[in-house]
Structures are given as C-alpha cells and as structure tokens.
C-alpha cells in the first residue's frame, strides 16, 4: 500500500462537503429528483448529533492514517540505517 502524503486533508474534507452540498441542491431544485422535508426539533437534533459522530469518524480516521503513514516512513528510515551501516 502507498501512502500519499496531503498535507490538506480537512480542506479536502470541506471541498467534498461543500460538492455533495451543491450536488445535492441541484438534484433537489433544478432536476426535482427528491423532495427535501421540513424537520421538526428532535428530527433536527438527531440529525445534529449524527454529523458530529461522522465528523468524529472523520477525525479519528485521519489520526489513523496519518500514525500509520509515520510508521511506514519511520519502518523505511530504519531499514535504510540497517542497510547502510
């Protein structure tokens, strides 16, 4: 597996957000392929704890890859040193 380091990754996250966003409203809008409904209080609420728990996903998985992705470069440093002393 390569690792690719991006030295952006919430910008990224903010630009894919902001793209299924525009997706999303022009799907609703311009083409009429959905409805969107009105929430009520509660409905607002779940669906305001369910986006905190994805952006918690969201930042514990780049926590992951980017220990995992120190691991492989420090794992590559380690055999050069073994390899040339």
């Known amino acids: ?3 690719v380091h991006f030295s ?9 957000t ?7 409203y022009i799907a609703a809008y311009v083409f009429g392929t ?6 009520n209080n509660k409905e607002n609420m779940i ?8 952006t918690i996903n969201i930042v514990s998985l780049y926590a992951l890859i980017r220990d ?4 492989y470069i420090s794992s590559e440093e380690s055999d050069k040193l073994t390899l040339y002393v």
């Open 8 to 16: 952006f990754p919430w910008m990224l996250t903010a630009l894919h």
């Open 47 to 54: 669906m305001i704890a369910f986006s905190v728990l994805y």
């Open 1 to 3: 597996m390569q690792f």
């Open 68 to 71: 995992k992705y120190c691991q």
């Open 34 to 39: 959905f409805k969107p409904t009105q929430l």
């Open 18 to 24: 902001f793209c299924g966003t525009i997706g999303c």
